[in-house]
């Protein structure tokens, strides 16, 4: 108990200092990036890792968050605060309703209607182009104000996010070891189970789905005020997956694996951004997603519990030979 | 009847048709408080409709199943469960990605009241909830005896005590009644004298079970009654006296499956 | 008689798209099948066909041979893709598998920017392409090769699959992997076989379209998303009703965009596919209703 505690404020500490040490703008940009990728992905995390349930369209939740806080702060001037509130219950009320038919579905289906639902929101947010300025972007979204300290510079904006996604793996921390954690693992264990001690699933898919969306929406919400302009493409299918890849690779054996497989996924793709060029001169555009692709096979085929549990397997092997009592071991059983 | 006690779980002229086969044909029984009642057959006797009919994962084509004065047909599974009637598996189902320990804590459930919100705020009454039900469950593993591989992954457990798990499990919810899915299904003769340990001593405390099984050895030492099934129907039922004696029962259980006894 | 004519024009590009879909559709269904994949790469083959036939034929192969390569290639490819990539992940679940295959369609998206970069390019038509008028409509000869190679392959792989000793080896092992193997027939070699005609009929799809629509590192994810979407309306394991459903959603995309946005036409396509799922998830033309849980 007090060792998980423990981690999280020396991350926290960690996460302080880190300007401080470094000064660079260019990593903390990075950073940056990485905290809104972890934002999601805690929240896609507690949906795909502990409660089992694949979604293919949270980048749908990520560009609802994006263009409702830049349509009511640009155009209507609310508050950068409420207006990312709003877009938060706006994504949680769309993933309550579609949730309702879409966790009704298992397995294929259910990555097709989530894939499908990501692409209907990407071609509203191409296509509704009073309201997102289309495939031309949306432009001239106000930075984020606190009294008179405004999050216009990317340390102030890092000490933002980061404080966010914190509170977020808090709190998804505590969900997991809760009565709501274990029945959301519980899903994921067997469903004919859960049942039988009567958790109501489709309740708490529902819960963590709309929690999923609200981190989601969030983080999508903060990214544009950072950017201040967002356009259609940066929140299509792809980047569906790439959460995806996000959070496979980080494994949910613990919600750090959110931060490690976003932070896996922002470094490498730089260094690939920079590397490959080098070594192959007419690459461009998205070549990097090979390397995802492979990166993806690979973990999926040997790796299939993320980074995280491979680290675990590791480091635990010791302990749990040692710590197996002999009363387990002779027990029998065919 | 010449049973006495109060009566738990009424099964009233269940039938359940699958297209043109009917799988159990208006079987009717009642099971008592404290009691421990078997449901027998030969294969394709109708036992695992049945109890599917009763936990709630079919619905029966006509007739009534009533837990505790409420009628609970076509209700949900967890919705059964919630009303204080859980179960173990045949092919084991335990939540093989938490420890021993949190597998029985799930399954205290239904008599929680932490919301998604409060566990995610951690407010002070999750932290004594949890506290109790961690205490609860380690309770519950001690009454099973695997107490001491609490905090073990539950799938690193063997087969013998994976059931033991689930048994702790389903009585950690604090049900009124029990459903055992063949328990000895698979078990060593040690095992099922542990078992068969557990469940008496369970019953002492006032659980009430009822249990499908093949094992007639375990059926006819523990059942205080037993409900015969053939072909969908209900042959005969009565205490393991009444049913060694039972002509038709002999004949269309032990008749065809001679090697059992 | 305007309107007549766009109705016509709208019909025939419909028909067009719609066999497109329909080749694409049909590998789906047979993977699934066979294989129990809904693969994700599915589309890219129609890329890599495309692309492939391109630059044979600009390295001055006739147009021809130079789709027959493409085929054999692409055909090499997916059995390279079924050995590599599902072969040792036979046992995983089905989520996992589609991932697998979404990391694979990554990595033949990035290799044809290696190979092709990002720009788009065009093959040239199969005959000379004078436009013909029907009815005021004025419809390619190349949108008739489409119509006509797609119903060649689906007829062909209705014989294949029905009249052929390897192609109802195939059929057996969907009906009942045990009793496959018990007749001698291996579930894995008819995993490869089947991923293998998927791959080629994948790249039959892209060839034919490339001419019409060009071809670009990018155009295999929409193509296999609205494959899906066909297979989905068929019910996922019969291909005549994947080709129904594949020429039914062409049709309608068409007349979305004619009469009334291009742009929406996709998310009409998925809110068709949403409301598949939600409500007849075994297909349009399921005979029973079952609840599919």
Redesign the interface.
């Known amino acids: 108990m007090h060792e998980r505690r423990l981690g999280t404020w020396l991350f926290a500490l960690g996460i302080l200092l880190f300007p401080l040490i470094v000064h660079s703008n260019y990593l903390l940009s990075i950073l940056i990036m990485i905290g809104f990728y972890s934002l999601v992905c805690n929240g896609l995390t507690m949906l795909m890792g502990y409660a089992g349930q694949i979604s293919l369209g949270h980048a749908a939740f990520y560009g609802i968050g994006a263009y409702t806080t830049a349509y009511l702060s640009a155009t209507h001037g609310w508050s950068p605060w409420l207006s990312i509130i709003a877009g938060a219950v706006i994504s949680a009320f769309i993933a309550f309703i579609v949730g309702i038919p879409t966790f009704k579905l298992k397995g294929h289906y259910l990555a097709l209607a989530t894939l499908g639902f990501g692409v209907i929101v990407y071609t509203c947010f191409k296509e509704f182009t009073s309201i997102t300025g289309g495939m031309n972007g949306f432009f001239g979204i106000p930075s984020i104000k606190l009294f008179a300290w405004e999050f216009s510079n990317d340390a102030r904006f890092y000490y933002l996010i980061w404080t966010v996604v914190l509170l977020s793996l808090l709190f998804s921390q505590n969900i997991i070891h809760s009565r709501v954690g274990r029945a959301l693992r519980s899903i994921e264990g067997s469903e004919a189970a859960s049942d039988a001690v009567g958790i109501d699933i489709m309740r708490y898919k529902l819960q963590v789905f709309v929690y999923s969306a609200i981190c989601a929406s969030i983080a999508g919400s903060l990214y544009a005020h950072y950017v201040t302009f967002i356009n259609p493409q940066a929140f299509d299918a792809m980047l569906s997956i790439y959460f995806l890849i996000m959070v496979i690779t980080g494994g949910a054996s613990s919600i750090w694996g959110a931060v490690i497989g976003s932070s896996v996924f922002v470094l490498l793709s730089e260094l690939l951004k920079e590397v490959v060029p080098l070594v192959f001169s007419n690459a461009g555009g998205e070549f990097e997603i090979v390397f995802f692709g492979v990166l993806l096979v690979v973990m999926l085929i040997y790796m299939p519990n993320g980074l995280t549990a491979a680290w675990k397997k590791i480091t635990g092997k010791w302990r749990t030979s040692t710590t197996l009592s002999p009363a387990a071991k002779g027990g029998g059983g065919r | 009847m010449k049973r006495n006690g109060q009566v738990l779980l009424t099964v009233e002229h269940i039938t359940k048709q699958f297209g043109g086969v009917v799988a159990v044909n208006d079987v009717s029984f009642d099971v008592n408080k404290g009691e421990i009642l078997a449901v027998i057959g030969p294969n394709g006797a109708g036992k695992t409709t049945l109890f599917n009919i009763v936990?709630g994962?079919l619905a029966p084509s006509s007739g009534t199943v009533r837990f505790n004065g409420t009628d609970i047909t076509g209700k949900?599974?967890?919705?059964i469960?919630?009303l204080g009637m859980?179960?173990t598996?045949q092919n084991l189902?335990?939540?093989?990605?938490?420890s021993v320990i949190?597998n029985v804590?799930?399954?205290a459930?239904?008599n929680?009241?932490?919301?998604?919100l409060q566990?995610?705020?951690?407010v002070p009454s999750?932290k004594k909830?949890?506290k109790a039900?961690e205490e609860k469950a380690m309770r519950c593993l001690e009454k099973v005896g695997i107490a001491?591989?609490a905090y073990?992954?539950a799938e690193?457990?063997?087969?013998?005590?994976?059931r033991l798990l689930?048994i702790a499990?389903?009585i950690?919810?604090e049900p009124a009644l029990i459903l055992l899915d063949e328990p000895m299904a698979?078990?060593?003769d040690?095992?099922s004298r542990w078992l068969v340990e557990v469940i008496l001593q369970l019953r002492k405390e006032g659980l009430t079970f009822v249990f499908v099984e093949h094992d007639m050895e375990t059926v006819m030492a523990i059942s205080d009654h037993i409900v015969v099934l053939d072909n969908g129907v209900k042959i005969g039922e009565g205490t393991p006296e009444e049913i060694y004696r039972n002509k038709a029962v002999v004949a269309a259980y032990l008749g065809e499956e001679e090697t059992v006894c | 008689m305007e309107v007549f004519s766009q109705f016509i024009q709208l019909f025939f590009s419909g028909l067009t798209i719609g066999s497109i879909y329909a080749l694409i559709a049909i590998g789906f269904v047979v993977t699934y099948n066979v294989t129990g994949v809904l693969n994700f790469a599915q589309g890219e083959f129609a890329m890599l066909g495309a692309l492939t036939a391109i630059s044979l034929s600009g390295a001055g192969l006739p147009l021809w041979a130079a789709i027959s390569l493409a085929i054999a290639i692409v055909v090499l490819i997916g059995a390279l893709f079924e050995k590599t990539a599902i072969y040792p992940a036979r046992h995983s679940s089905g989520a996992t598998l589609i991932i697998i295959t979404i990391g694979v369609s990554f990595v033949f998206r990035g290799l044809a920017i290696f190979i092709w970069g990002t720009q788009p390019k065009s093959l040239r038509p199969f005959t000379a392409n004078d436009p013909i008028t029907i009815f005021q409509a004025v419809l390619l000869p190349q949108n008739l090769w489409a119509i006509a190679i797609s119903l060649v392959g689906v007829f062909s792989m209705g014989y294949f699959f029905n009249k052929t000793y390897i192609g109802k080896a195939v059929s057996a092992c969907v009906v009942n992997k045990f009793a496959a193997r018990l007749m001698g027939i291996h579930p894995e070699k008819m995993s490869l076989i089947a991923i293998s005609i998927s791959a080629g009929l994948g790249a039959l799809a892209g060839i034919v379209i490339a001419p019409i629509s060009g071809a670009s590192y990018n155009m295999g994810m929409m193509l296999g998303m609205k494959a899906f979407v066909a297979a989905v309306i068929g019910g996922l394991t019969n291909a005549p009703a994947a080709v129904v459903g594949a020429f039914l959603l062409g049709i309608l995309e068409s007349f979305a965009e004619g009469f009334w946005s291009a742009g929406l036409k996709d998310a009409i396509s998925f809110a068709l596919l949403l409301m598949m799922l939600f409500v007849k998830p075994n297909g349009l033309f399921a005979k029973a209703t079952g609840k599919r849980v």
């Open positions: 936990t994962i949900k599974p967890y919705q469960a919630q859980t179960r598996f189902e335990v939540f093989t990605n938490m949190e804590m799930t399954g459930h239904r929680m009241k932490t919301s998604f566990a995610g705020l951690r999750v909830e949890e039900v001491h591989l073990e992954r690193t457990l063997p087969y013998g005590n994976q689930e499990r389903a950690a919810a698979g078990l060593n040690e095992e």
